[in-house]
């Protein structure tokens, strides 16, 4: 009886635990600046562009302006491989921060989603948080192979894991990941940076496209 009193107070201490974290994660999720990580995430425009369903913005989609990697985002993330979203509430980001992003990020649309989905879990106010894409953006290296591609090339995501990694010296091991969301083409490149805007090794919860052959098509 003893042993078995035992063993119930033994877990009725676990049980109590566990919610108490649970509750401090449920508290912590969405709460402003509070997270581990940012993943930089580039999308390949000309692989964008072509999905069926792809909102044809002319800045990035229109034959002749020939864009390649753009921003998709800087996310905030947790290691455990959760992440926060509208953190607070979002009042419209002034319009010479969002000209200015067009660079970066080429749809208006987009900048002002990526700052009431992402932007307001940095802990940032929106000049600083878009600084920091340019920040980000701006220090990595695009391999050469990839710029201005004028044709469709077969690629594996390790060659551009690859391609990457020697593009950008400094980056630690397993800073790099590739998406393809399940297709045959290009999703995006993921990059992991720590808050202080340096690259580091992604968590284990970063997962890689398992396609062996993905298409890079060639831009506009």
């Known amino acids: 009886m003893k042993r078995l009193l035992a063993v119930t107070l033994i877990l009725c201490i676990a049980i109590t635990i566990a919610a108490a974290r649970s509750r401090h994660r449920n508290q ?9 990580y ?9 692989d964008y562009c072509a999905m069926p369903n792809a909102k044809q913005n002319s800045r990035e989609c229109a034959n002749g302006n020939h864009v390649g990697f753009v921003v998709h985002g ?3 993330q947790f290691n455990n491989g959760g992440y926060p979203k509208e953190c607070a509430p ?16 080429p749809d208006a649309g987009l900048v002002q989603h990526e700052w009431k989905e992402h932007g307001t879990c940095s802990g940032l106010d929106a000049a600083t948080y878009f600084g920091q894409i340019r920040q980000v953006f701006d220090s990595v290296k695009i391999p050469d192979q990839y710029k201005t591609l004028d044709h469709s090339i077969d690629v594996s995501p390790n060659d551009v894991e690859v391609n990457f990694a020697s593009a950008n010296a400094s980056f630690p091991m397993g ?3 590739v998406g393809c969301g ?7 490149v993921r990059i992991c940076f720590t808050k202080d805007l340096q690259a580091q090794a992604c968590p284990a919860t970063e ?10 098509l060639g831009e506009r």
Do not use: E
């Open 38 to 46: 940012y993943l930089l995430t580039l999308s390949w425009a000309p």
């Open 175 to 177: 800073a790099v990941h």
């Open 207 to 216: 997962k890689d496209c398992t396609a062996s052959t993905l298409t890079m």
């Open 90 to 105: 979002a009042r419209p980001v002034a319009s010479d921060i969002v000209t200015r992003m067009l660079t970066y990020i």
């Open 28 to 36: 912590t999720a969405n709460t402003p600046g509070v997270f581990d």
């Open 74 to 76: 800087l996310w905030p």
């Open 182 to 188: 399940g297709g045959k083409q290009l999703s995006d």
